[in-house]
Structure formats: structure tokens, C-alpha cells
């Protein structure tokens, strides 16, 4: 089945505590992409990456993080957590990144930083 | 300005009336348009795209797009209960600028029996 994985689903963590939330898909996807929603705020995307070892900045960067060593992972690191990256987190993915439109969205990580 | 823009309602219609939910955006250059449905706690799931002007019709769904006037519209016929999720307009962008979708904040529909 075609999907967009993550972990944690949930997580509450503390101010300055380094965290991960990991991101993976399955269908061989060029195109990776993090995203916070927060209420009146919608989808904002933090970071992106076009392939392997390839990725830059979105709209909402400070604070975050990421890597793409392998085509498949892309995780979001928040290397000093604060109550502000309290939100929403989907990370999604398509074949290229012409087709964002064919983007699959993981089922989301709620992060609360207290 | 932002760059696309939706009332946030909730707009709320009977079953089995149309609910009109609407997008304006700024960037007269974008090219594309489409409708997510996003249930709450859930991720956004495409249900429209269209990139030209018009109409799109797919099953009880209607997309709309006016490039002069800048607006897009989805238009839901025969609305169910089921339908009672936010509806989020996105945009993509001219060719050569940034490749990347850029979301509205979303309309919330509520669909009452």
C-alpha cells in the first residue's frame, strides 16, 4: 500500500528537549515537504527537498531541521524545542516535484512543547 | 495581502442543498488550483484540481476558476453530513517561481440534517 508514514503521532515534550519526528513513504517519491497547520494559520510549509541530499527552506524555517540521506526518509529534527513549534506537523511527498499536486500527506504528529 | 484567501466560516447548509465554498488569491500568474478535504485531526486529501478557466465537474463536485477575476469555487451538490470538514484552496504557482503549493486557511462546512 502507497503511504506516507510518521512518528511519533503524538508527542508532548518540554522547552530545549532535541526531538525527531520521523517521515517515510513508499512509493519511491522525489519530492518530500514538512508542513505545521495551526488554527487561522492553515498549511505553511517549513522545509523541502527535491531528492536525495537536496533541500531547502520554506516559508516558516526557523527552528526546525532536516535531512534526506535516503530517498525514502525525510525527518524533521527540532534541535531546542519551544511552545511556539506547538502544532500540527504533516510531512507529505509526490513523484516530482512538478507533480505537488499529487502530493500524499502522512497522517500528521501532534507536538505540544510545554 | 495573502496570497490566497478563504472565509473561514463555518458555512453551514442543509442536506442535500449545495454548499458554494470560495477562494480568492493574489499571484494573477498562478497557474493551477486545487480542493483539499481535511477532517478534523486528519490529513488533507485532494479532491479538485482544475487549471483552466471554467468549469470541472467530478461526481457531486464542482470546481470553478475565473482567472480575471481571480477567484475559484467549489461547489458541492447534494450535500451530506459526511461532507462537514474544512475545505483548503491551494494554488501553484507561475512557471518559474517557487515550486510549492500555497494554502488557503481553510472554509469549515457543516452540513446538518
Known amino acids: 500500500e502507497a503511504q506516507v508514514t510518521q512518528n511519533p503521532r503524538y508527542l508532548i515534550t518540554v522547552t530545549g528537549k532535541k526531538l525527531t519526528v520521523t517521515c517515510s513513504q513508499n512509493?519511491?517519491?522525489?519530492?518530500m515537504s514538512w508542513y505545521r497547520q495551526d488554527p487561522g494559520l492553515g498549511l505553511r510549509q517549513i522545509y523541502y527537498s527535491m531528492n536525495v541530499e537536496v533541500t531547502d527552506k520554506g516559508d516558516v524555517p526557523e527552528g526546525y531541521k532536516v535531512s534526506r540521506k535516503e530517498k525514502r526518509n525525510f525527518p524533521l529534527i527540532l534541535e531546542s524545542p519551544s511552545p511556539n513549534q506547538t502544532s500540527l506537523y504533516f510531512c507529505?511527498?509526490?513523484?516530482?516535484?512538478?507533480?505537488?499536486?499529487?502530493?500524499?500527506f502522512g497522517p500528521g504528529t501532534r507536538l505540544t512543547v510545554t | 495581502q495573502k496570497e490566497v484567501e478563504q472565509n473561514s466560516g463555518p458555512l453551514s447548509v442543509p442536506e442535500g442543498a449545495i454548499a458554494s465554498l470560495n477562494c480568492t488569491y493574489s499571484d494573477r500568474g498562478s497557474q493551477s488550483f486545487f480542493w483539499y478535504r481535511q477532517y478534523s485531526g486528519k490529513s488533507p486529501e485532494l479532491i479538485m484540481f482544475?487549471?483552466?478557466?471554467g468549469d470541472k465537474e467530478d461526481g457531486r463536485f464542482t470546481a470553478q476558476l475565473n482567472k480575471a477575476s481571480q477567484y475559484v469555487s467549489l461547489l458541492i451538490r447534494d450535500s451530506q453530513p459526511s461532507d462537514s470538514a474544512t475545505y483548503l484552496c491551494?494554488?501553484?504557482?507561475?512557471?518559474?517561481?517557487?515550486?510549492?503549493?500555497?494554502f488557503g486557511t481553510g472554509t469549515r462546512l457543516q452540513v446538518f440534517p
Open positions: 512509493m519511491n517519491h522525489e519530492y
Open positions: 482544475i487549471y483552466s478557466n
Open positions: 491551494a494554488g501553484y504557482p507561475r512557471p518559474g517561481g517557487t515550486d510549492k503549493l500555497i
Open positions: 507529505a511527498s509526490s513523484s516530482r516535484p512538478g507533480r505537488v499536486y499529487e502530493q500524499y
